[in-house]
């Protein structure tokens, strides 16, 4: 069957709750199959439209012609793109063009539909979060949602891999369960703005969120009490007057200090907790402001935002010359030599009665492989660290004459939708001084 023009396929997002994940599908594969047929997409490719759609789920595509583009997002669901503002020659292929490949190079020359298909999948991948989350997880259609999210990430990375001009800005929608009030109902709202990574330097990934940061996030939700409670609480000592001091390493597009200042801004303790959110990249801390800003009100500024040197961070300067009581990270180690800075930076900001909590995905291939290994010999286990002890082998310059060591890893599982191709599953760490 020939390839049908992006305008004609693409279902209407303002519609996206109501339509099932059969019609989605079929328009990211006839997306494809115009843009990137000789691309491999392994989710798109096992996957077979089915023509049983559930009662309630048939929602028709998206209305043919280029009507849908020329209305307003925000009122119908739909995509602004003026069609008068982009020349275009190639609508409507001639009679004498009869092939499936000549009618895909027709729809690939026209810059109308191709914008139209970056935009439609920039909305798409910024509210998919939601439109998964509605169907139970693990039930067929939960888990076909969750595929065609992420084939929509890869398809969009093909565009925007395929022409630089392509590359655009995705603001993603994020909802979090806290266990209370209503069963299931996300309580934790958080909106972000995801930029385009430069290729040339890889110091920019801070720009997008990650795969580890979304994850650890839904555990900071779903169990405060544990990654978030104040381990200062020590027999004779009161730190009723003292703000807990909450340190983010690598903040990127701030999705872990965000979240911890939504859930601790209901506490009624006071005073209410300081939260520092750092990185080093100047483009990623500018997105960083920006996307506090928009969960925020500016009567109401939870956290700030600092630049941090990992391998040479400046102590002796504020926030940083009194230490923290927690600190979290998520996926910050992309290079050997970040282990290592990681692990001398942490001993120098986090108090002898911290925690040190870190989230990382496993990656089995590409060229951050293996890095989870390098991580595990540079943070030490607490049964290696006592071992040394007895013979003498506590590391000098830790702060207080400990060692800080890991005391607890799980592994969690990769979840559909969540993500990069390279993500195999992902380790939570908790690090103390022993």
């Keep these: 069957m020939a390839s049908l023009a992006p305008t004609a396929t693409l279902p209407p997002l303002g519609r996206l709750s109501s339509t099932p994940g059969q019609t989605v599908l079929q328009a990211l594969q006839n997306l494809r199959s115009v843009y990137f047929p000789h691309q491999p997409c392994p989710i798109l490719c096992q996957k077979k439209p089915s023509n049983s759609i559930r009662k309630g789920d048939e929602t028709p ?6 009507a849908s583009a020329e209305e307003d997002d925000d009122d119908n669901g739909r995509i602004s793109l003026s069609k008068a503002s982009i020349p275009n020659t190639f609508a409507t292929p001639p009679d004498d063009y009869d092939s499936d490949e000549d009618a895909r190079e027709l729809l690939r020359a026209d810059p109308f539909e191709r914008a139209f298909a970056i935009k439609w999948l920039t909305g798409f991948i910024s509210r998919a979060e939601i439109w998964v989350a509605e169907e139970e997880e693990d039930s067929v259609e ?63 990934v801070g720009l997008q969120s990650w795969g580890s940061c979304i994850l650890f996030a839904e555990k900071l939700c779903a169990s405060k009490e544990v990654y978030l409670s104040d381990p200062r609480p020590l027999p004779g000592v009161d730190t009723s007057k003292k703000p807990l001091r909450i340190l983010e ?63 040479s961070p400046e102590t002796d300067r504020a ?35 911290g925690v040190f909590w870190m989230f990382m995905a496993i990656r089995g291939s590409g060229r951050h492989e293996g890095l989870d290994k390098i991580v595990d010999a540079t943070f030490v286990s607490k049964e290696v660290a006592l071992r040394e002890r007895e013979h003498g082998g506590v590391r000098e310059g830790d702060g207080h004459g400990q060692r800080l060591v890991v005391v607890e890893q799980d592994n969690i599982q990769r979840q559909g939708g969540v993500g990069r191709a390279d993500e195999n599953c992902y380790k939570l760490s908790k690090f103390v001084w022993v």
């Design 61 to 66: 595509f998206i209305d043919s012609g280029y």
């Design 142 to 204: 939960g888990l076909l949602r969750s595929d065609l999210l992420e084939a929509s990430s890869v398809i969009l990375s093909a565009f925007t891999g395929d022409d630089d001009e392509a590359e655009v800005d995705i603001t993603r929608s994020f909802a979090f369960s806290t266990g209370q009030g209503k069963a299931h109902s996300p309580n934790i709202h958080v909106e972000l703005n995801d930029a385009p990574i430069s290729s040339e330097d890889h110091t920019s």
């Design 249 to 311: 390493l690598g903040a990127g597009t701030g999705m872990l200090s965000i979240v911890t200042a939504k859930l601790l801004q209901g506490e009624k303790t006071q005073p209410q907790p300081e939260i520092i959110a750092t990185d080093y990249h100047p483009d990623v801390l500018a997105n960083l402001r920006k996307n506090i800003k928009t969960n925020f009100s500016s009567s109401s500024m939870p956290i700030e935002v600092e630049v941090l040197d990992w391998e």
């Design 319 to 353: 926030p940083f010359i009194e230490r923290f009581d927690i600190i979290l990270a998520a996926d910050v180690v992309y290079h050997p030599e970040h282990a290592k800075w990681i692990e001398a930076c942490v001993s120098k900001l986090l108090h002898k009665h």
